[in-house]
């Protein structure tokens, strides 16, 4: 992917999870997509740091981060894959926050972006206490 494709993509993305974040299915074909532009191996921050506004890097560099974190404590840990989450309303505001999160960062809306960030974060923390809970019941 070129370093110039991935703001669009990254809008283009997003646009359709906010819109469609009561349609699960629809919902989590389009994080799958959020997550392979944010992990593509194509993208490699190092190479385009340079090339990306300090915005654009940041954006990406803070979702990319909080996606691999998600996946890596919730997803692998878990016998069961993220398919528990899916109808968890955290698990649905953390897809929506960080929609809305790299949406308003990308469009220059900063105090409402790190508003959403913070829900996205805290979704995230929420999930880890209900896996954490299911852990708990299960034993």
Known sequence: MLIEEVTPKLLKITDTLI???????ISRETLDELVKT?????????EFANKL???????????????NELWGNLA??????????????????????????IKL???????????????????????VVELMQLGEKEI
């Open 19 to 25: 819109e469609n974040i009561e349609d699960e299915a």
């Open 38 to 46: 944010l992990l593509d191996d194509d993208v490699y921050l190092s």
């Open 53 to 67: 506004s300090p915005k654009e890097l940041s954006v990406i560099y803070i979702s990319r981060n909080l996606i």
């Open 76 to 101: 692998t840990d878990a016998s069961f894959g993220m398919e528990f989450f899916k109808d968890s309303q955290h698990f649905k505001n953390f897809k929506l926050n960080l929609s809305y999160y």
């Open 105 to 127: 960062s990308l469009e220059d809306q900063d105090n409402e972006a790190i508003t959403k960030l913070y829900d996205a974060i805290s979704s995230y923390f929420k999930l």
